[in-house]
DNA sequence: CAAAGCTGTATTATCGATCATACAGGTTCC
DNA sequence: GGAACCTGTATGATCGATAATACAGCTTTG
């Protein structure tokens, strides 16, 4: 009766092996076991374990050679590609300048509810929507969809849009953007997403919701960004704040954000800084092993 | 030549309608196209589209009712199991108290490269890891993996850890915790992952990967955690910090934190306040049982 | 050099996912 | 009540994913 839709023992065999290699329990450079030994342990057909594998190599995680066997890609760079950001989305406005916008969608049209609701509009208005994917070396990284209040929309053009980033914009208006609130979650890519970000269609997404207020409290923008996790993440740096009874983490703010000192000063903290670390990668030291 | 190995178009579909659904294009409580219809638009059998809905269904996202229609499932109750967190992470010691924890593996282990390099340690040095899921009202929402140095770990016991936070214990032991780095991505679920947390094996995961620092600059705790992002997400408010040419995004510290559920006070915040929270929605006035 | 192990490739067979179709039973609306 | 819709269920045919096997070419090792 009951078949569970099992979805393609392929992909269950590539999870499996990206947790490992991402856990670190295979190491980087290290040779995995073939792919004989490998359908063996798995109990299934090479062939499968084949397109695990094919996926991971598309992936850069690995890499094969023929007659010799599978290898863990021990280059980082794969990782760091988009990454870091001190406090949250601090730098996207610098991003802004630095990236390729590629502006997908543009209109006016009437809110759903959820976007309605969130950006207290009444009844019967309306709304600009507009989609962006946003792209590092032409690599796309971010699928940007937004929406703003009509009379908002209106002050700038949708040339304008592809080419400046959004807040500059609102703010351009004489609108003061004084508070946001946002939340950052997990998904799967869709169809139009997935095809937006050169990605498969089951594939994880980072997700930013963020609705940013106006000094009254109206909302101003509400915004829906999908990232690709292995181009972006958030990272941040903590201390840990209050007495005893009550200590928490809280987010570092006055952070050394300027990359270039930082380093030089601490170069000599004892033995190693450990990796990790967020801004001002350690692919600057390179060594291997 | 090649067939893209296009994974299941139930999944496709499946993720084309969850992602209406979200997005708010579909109103809720409102139904959506009939099977026929789907399969038409889709260009793919009923049975498929059957199976996309029960995907659906078994989330919680639609209500099916025999001859009459499936319905996007209106109470938002299905969401916000947990969420919110204001400032990073500050209550998940408080959490700690206030769920149950289930204590999945327990031992000393060599370290992979990327745990000892995050932690600091010398060549040969082992690592206490543990495994443990995390519960709210008996439901896994989390599943973290920890790694601390030995001689820490051998500072409390396996039932210890299993009754209270890590960093209280690492404190407890005299170690002080200033600092930490976290970076904030997405995964799928692996095997392990995804039995521990009650999913399917290719669900999208939240992933938070922290490393806590002694003041001396040395890493004493590796943690990896992964959130089902139905059941948790991160909240933060921010504000709009800097002049001029460098304004940018700051998360908002000294803030009323308890936006958690007092939907008895909000209740009189009028528009003002357009909630953010997706607890809220005007006829979603909730809820069943 | 030769043996052993590996990846790359092809073949055929099997099993599950999907399709197309049909029918049963409930709901909605006129 | 009855027509028109809907979901639930079953059938057999078709197509793709997987299995089992075999072989070619390369690399490493002794």
Redesign the pocket.
Known sequence: MK????P????RIYLLLRDRIVAGELPPGG???????L?AEH?????????A?DLLEKEGLVQ???????FVHDSRSVRPIVADLSNVLSHLIDMGRSTDVKLLSFGYVAPSEAIADSLGLKPGERVQRSVRVRLIDGEPFSYLTTHVPEWLGLTYSEAELAARPLLELIERSGVKTERATQAINATLAGPEAAAALDLEIGSPLLTLTRIVYEPSGRGVEHLHALYRPDRYSFHMDLVRIGDDGERRWSPALGWPRAPNKTKADKAKTDKNKPGEKPTRGPRAIKQRS
Chains 1, 2 share one sequence.
């Open positions: 078949s569970a839709v099992e393609l023992k392929a992909r040779r995995l076991p073939g792919e004989p030994a359908a109990a299934v057909s090479r062939v499968t374990v084949r397109r594998l094969r050679k023929p007659g010799s066997g599978t």
